[in-house]
């Protein structure tokens, strides 16, 4: 990993259209200022990896049987 | 076409039916085909969306509007390109359901709908850039 160090107000480029600003420095908290194309995704990483486990999660297995859950919650719609 | 599943067996689909995933789904950026199988009843809250890639592959899908009052999916510019999207009234909202093997804890992510152009079968699940909507939003009060 490339790790550079920067001051408050400072600024460092990811090729030519992605500019990353170190906006203010609190403690332990860094504020990063970022200018991107529009169809360039930007996520915390943790909602990323966080779907993505819930992804691997939701995958059914062999048993799930749909049928019961589509009566439990048409029966108990106050549920949902 | 025939379609090899571990949930269902071999099934016949329609090759037209097949929902492409120019991405996948985070966690399985391998499969990038789908096809939603419905149930018959039309009162059915949920449905599966079945990988036509991986056999082992399905999810339970639901209407998230149909879960939570005022529900909205944004779908910014870049992806109303990527999905082809022209007609918004042929956009499919979904949300991936997560089964735990104590039922009262299913939930539903409504940060990250899957989105669908039906008109072009083309999909993605988008994540939503509002704060307030949780990945796991519980649909059982008795959890």
């Known amino acids: 990993m490339l790790v550079l160090t920067r001051k408050k107000g400072q600024a460092l480029m990811i090729g030519h259209d992605i500019e990353l600003t170190i906006v203010d420095i609190q403690g332990d908290q860094v504020r990063i200022g970022i200018n991107a194309p529009k169809n360039v995704p930007i996520h915390r990483k943790e909602i990323y990896e966080e779907i993505r486990k819930e992804n691997l999660s939701a995958v059914v297995g062999k048993n799930t049987d749909i049928k019961i859950l589509n009566e439990k919650f048409r029966k108990n719609e106050e549920n949902i | ?143």
């Open chain 2, 1 to 143: 076409m025939l379609l090899k599943t571990v949930h269902f067996g071999e099934i016949e689909i329609n090759e037209e039916d097949i929902i492409f995933f120019p991405e996948g789904i985070p966690g399985f950026e391998d499969s990038k085909k789908y096809v939603l199988i419905g149930n018959e009843s039309n009162e059915a809250v949920f449905f599966w969306l079945q990988s036509v890639d991986i056999p082992e592959l399905c999810f339970v899908v639901t209407d998230p509007f149909m879960v939570y009052d005022g529900y909205g999916a944004d779908v910014e510019d870049d992806d109303i390109e990527l999905l082809g999207i022209t007609d918004p009234n042929r956009v499919l909202t979904l949300t991936i359901v997560v089964i735990p093997e104590n039922i009262n804890e299913i939930r539903v992510n409504l940060k990250a709908p899957i989105i669908i152009n039906m008109e072009k079968k083309l999909g993605k699940q988008i994540i939503q850039k509002n704060d307030d909507l949780p990945i796991r939003y519980y649909l059982s009060k008795e959890k």
